[in-house]
């Protein structure tokens, strides 16, 4: 298991976040308190093994339609964009209705693929359970609907223990614009600043940066190399043998040395 932000020189703090965007109006704002550090994760191949069955269902979606499925190369310009852009990329222009649709006719077909084999990253349960033990808030931002992301929590067993939930259903942009990290960080109640960003895909690594957050890469199914980044603090391929102060500490550490 490699820990990039052991090393002597520390990642750069990310900055200041980006324009999110339309979310409400205005950029997200942090509620008072907000100093303490929190975790932002993504959920598919970040908290749960669901990316193969992602993959099966938009082949078997796209047949039915007549397209042809690209494999990883899709998967991997797509992963953290949400369902109606996918859907507009694919189809053409269409209004709101017409491509929520779509995504629920495909995202039906992922939930009953997984659903037999459903499982965690290994050891996640048990590391946010730990991080939430020593006061650290968790949060889960996704491009996933609001029926994926209850598929998710509730076959974890932890539908009532993150403290915010962000989703595509929530913003008009999905990553690796900032919006979604932004939002469950102003529904967190903490700055930006301090929270960390667990992640998987290339955009989603990308899409914190731009909110102005420390990133840890998760290896379930891109090498490290597509995952780096300056603001990225370790790369792991799951949650056993790390605890999670470790990652709070990379944090402070880094941004420490940076300021000094």
């Known amino acids: 298991m490699s820990h990039s932000g052991d090393s002597e020189r520390p990642p750069r703090p990310p900055g200041r976040p980006e324009d999110a965007g339309p979310l409400g109006g205005r950029r997200p704002q942090a509620a008072p308190g907000g100093a303490h550090p929190a975790f932002i994760f993504d959920i598919d191949g970040t908290i749960i093994d669901s ?10 979606f796209l047949t039915r339609r007549g397209l042809a499925y690209e494999g990883e190369a899709f998967l991997r310009r797509t992963a953290g964009r949400t369902g109606t852009e996918i859907m507009r990329e694919l189809f053409g222009p269409m209004g709101d209705d017409a491509a929520w649709a779509l995504v629920h006719e495909k995202e039906d077909v992922y939930r009953e693929l997984f659903a037999p084999a459903f499982c965690e990253i290994a050891g996640f349960r048990a590391f946010a359970r730990a991080a939430r033990g020593e006061g650290i808030r968790i949060a889960c931002a996704t491009a996933g609907d609001a029926k994926n992301i209850a598929f998710a929590l509730s076959g974890l067993g932890m539908a009532d223990e993150f403290d915010a939930v962000a989703g595509a259903h929530d913003v008009a942009r999905g990553k690796p614009a900032p919006d979604l990290f932004l939002l469950a960080a102003q529904r967190l109640g903490v700055d930006p600043a301090r929270a960390i960003v667990f992640e998987d ?7 914190a940066r731009r909110a102005g957050m420390y990133a840890v890469a998760i ?7 597509r995952l780096a980044g300056a603001h990225v ?13 470790h990652f709070v500490d990379l944090a402070a550490r880094a941004a420490a040395r940076v300021g000094a």
């Open 51 to 60: 990316m193969p069955w992602h993959g099966r269902s938009w082949e078997a």
């Open 201 to 207: 895909a290339p955009l989603g690594i990308e899409g």
């Open 219 to 225: 290896t379930s199914g891109e090498p490290a190399e």
């Open 233 to 245: 603090l370790a790369t792991i391929p799951d949650y056993r043998g790390v605890a999670p102060r």
